[in-house]
């Protein structure tokens, strides 16, 4: 059975760093991405990685803050969220798919973690 899980969400005032985890079990994936949702709105793309060199990808609104990674002994995958911003709150998902074609688009994903809520104040 494939499970997504992740961790690291929490609560940080704005200009803060989080750090959150998905371990995956059950099989390895080529492509990983995170995406967010916040209330309202949308789920949308914010990073990814793709094969085993690890290419990385990033929606405009995270350059130069967030940082994707992979340990693929460890099955996971990191998504490293410094300068936080309370635009940046949201219930962030990890997602994953076959395949090393770069997607942004949450339905080219196949499975979904349960989420993890990131609350940045201001």
């Known amino acids: 059975q494939v499970q997504l899980v992740e961790s690291g969400g929490g609560l940080v005032q704005a200009g803060g760093s989080l750090r959150l985890s998905c371990a995956a079990s059950g099989r390895t994936f080529s492509s990983r991405g995170w995406f967010r949702q916040a209330p309202g709105k949308e789920r949308e793309f914010v990073a990814a990685?793709?094969?085993?060199?690890?290419?990385?990808y990033y929606a405009d609104f995270v350059k130069g803050r967030f940082t994707i990674s992979r340990d693929n002994a460890k099955n996971t995958v990191f998504l490293q969220m410094n300068s936080l911003k309370p635009e940046d709150t949201a219930v962030y998902y990890c997602?994953?798919?076959?395949?090393?074609?770069?997607?942004?688009?949450?339905?080219?994903?196949?499975?979904w973690g349960q989420g993890t809520q990131v609350t940045v104040s201001s």
């Open positions: 990685i793709t094969g085993n060199g690890g290419r990385t």
């Open positions: 997602a994953a798919r076959d395949g090393i074609v770069f997607y942004s688009i949450a339905g080219k994903y196949d499975y």
